[in-house]
T-cell receptor, first 115, second 111 residues
Framework: GAGVSQSPSNKVTEKGKDVELRCDPI?????LYWYRQSLGQGLEFLIY????????KSGLPSDRFSAERTGGSVSTLTIQRTQQEDSAVYLC?????????????FGPGTRLLVL | SQKIEQNSEALNIQEGKTATLTCNYT??????LQWYRQDPGRGPVFLLL?????KEKRKERLKVTFDTTLKQSLFHITASQPADSATYLC??????????FGSGTRLQVQP
């Protein structure tokens, strides 16, 4: 595909349920980022993957959040036992080689609503 | 504490005028700064990057300045058009691979 894709585009869930959000980065991009954007707020860094290196998980807000990147491509962000404060837009981005001055290409996001 | 501040109030200007958006930061020493545009329901789109040793960077109708003494970046759109209406985010290099973003300023260009 031409850009970063994310699915689902919208997700409504009940408090306490688990959710999985998917990100397909641009082909050939080795770096992948997850951010969270709450209403009217800036982007909050969650986790970063670069090639086969150990991910930078320093932004994950709690141990209910985890992410995987299989085969160096697709990534899944999992939120266990969702809480209402998890409601936000979850954005994925990718870049070519993961140097910090590179352009990050963002997907359209997944809008998560926890009831 | 470390902060990135962008004017949270919307900026309303008339078509054809120059829009100037401000990004101030405290307790960071970024090697560079980026500006992104975000439309409603979409992810941010990269516009410009400016490094700490650069005073000014231009791209078509866009101009960015970076004053490391004032800890401030200004983002200008000249000859603004209604299509420029969007939220503009500044993002700093803060010593890790991921960027640290401000909360953005919404620009509304009136025809």
């Amino acid at each position: 595909g031409a850009g970063v894709s994310q699915s689902p585009s919208n997700k409504v869930t009940e408090k306490g349920k688990d959710v999985e959000l998917r990100c397909d980065p641009i082909s050939g991009h080795t770096a992948l980022y997850w951010y969270r954007q709450s209403l009217g707020q800036g982007l909050e860094f969650l986790i970063y993957f670069q090639g086969n290196s150990a991910p930078d998980k320093s932004g994950l807000p709690s141990d209910r959040f985890s992410a995987e990147r299989t085969g160096g491509s697709v990534s899944t962000l999992t939120i266990q036992r969702t809480q209402q404060e998890d409601s936000a837009v979850y954005l994925c981005a990718s870049s070519k080689a993961g140097t910090s001055d590179e352009t990050q290409y963002f997907g359209p996001g997944t809008r998560l609503l926890v009831l | 504490s470390q902060k990135i501040e962008q004017n949270s109030e919307a900026l309303n200007i008339q078509e054809g005028k120059t829009a100037t958006l401000t990004c101030n930061y405290t307790n960071y020493s970024p090697a560079y700064l980026q500006w992104y545009r975000q439309d409603p329901g979409r992810g941010p789109v990269f516009l410009l990057l400016i490094r700490e040793n650069e005073k000014e960077k231009r791209k078509e109708r866009l101009k960015v300045t970076f004053d490391t003494t004032l800890k401030q970046s200004l983002f200008h759109i000249t000859a603004s058009q209604p299509a420029d209406s969007a939220t503009y985010l500044c993002a700093l290099e803060t010593g890790r691979r991921a960027l640290t973003f401000g909360s953005g300023t919404r620009l509304q260009v009136q025809p």
